[in-house]
């Protein structure tokens, strides 16, 4: 099946759902930790942690977009769902950083015996958010590297062929 098969509802039923699964995890994620007190270690921490595990669906949201952008040939959406990857990316980089501190802020707090657990809990953390670091920023690069190729298959409405290092 070609994107020129499906009903424009298809596309935007597919779309929809890819916003679906960036924005349901965000409103349970801020529904759970309200208020908000972004200066307060402790709820940084919190918060931090429990992003950790609300990062997978999001991601897969991402990844169906930038899949139907591909398969329906529009470089425009492409590129804008790529950028949102980098966005995504720099923003999960600043977290990194900001639970790592955390982390060494309560640790320090708790008692002896529960301090390598949080060391435990956050190096798992840290994973999450780094693997997904990881995704998105490779696949921002390759659909931004597609885009112009995409672009030129859907203006001549020929196949996409890609050269053998990955561009166009």
């Known amino acids: 099946m070609h994107s020129s098969d ?11 759902l890819a916003l679906v699964l ?6 349970d994620l801020f529904s759970t930790v309200w208020p908000l007190l ?15 595990g609300y990062v997978l669906t999001p991601l897969l949201g991402v990844v169906l977009a930038a899949t ?19 966005a995504g990316a ?9 639970f790592a501190l955390d982390v ?3 640790r320090a707090l708790r008692a002896e015996e529960v301090r390598e657990g949080i ?3 956050a190096v798992l953390q840290e994973l999450k958010y780094g693997a997904a670091v990881l995704v998105l920023a490779s696949l921002a690069i390759g659909a931004l590297r597609s885009a112009p190729g995409l672009a030129r298959a859907a203006r001549n409405g020929s196949r996409i062929v890609s050269s053998p290092r990955g561009g166009p």
Not at 38 to 52: E, H, I, T
Request: aromatic fraction near 10%; avoid cysteine; glycine fraction near 8%.
């Open 6 to 16: 499906a009903a424009p509802w298809t596309i935007r039923g597919l779309y929809l």
């Open 22 to 27: 960036v924005a349901s995890p965000a409103s």
């Open 38 to 52: 972004p200066g307060d270690p402790a709820w940084r921490y919190g918060f931090l942690g429990l992003s950790a």
């Open 68 to 86: 139907v952008a591909y398969w329906n040939r529009d470089a425009t959406a492409l590129r804008v769902v790529a950028i949102v990857m980098l």
């Open 90 to 98: 720099a923003v999960l980089l600043v977290a990194m950083t900001v």
């Open 104 to 106: 060494v802020q309560m």
């Open 119 to 121: 060391v435990v809990g």
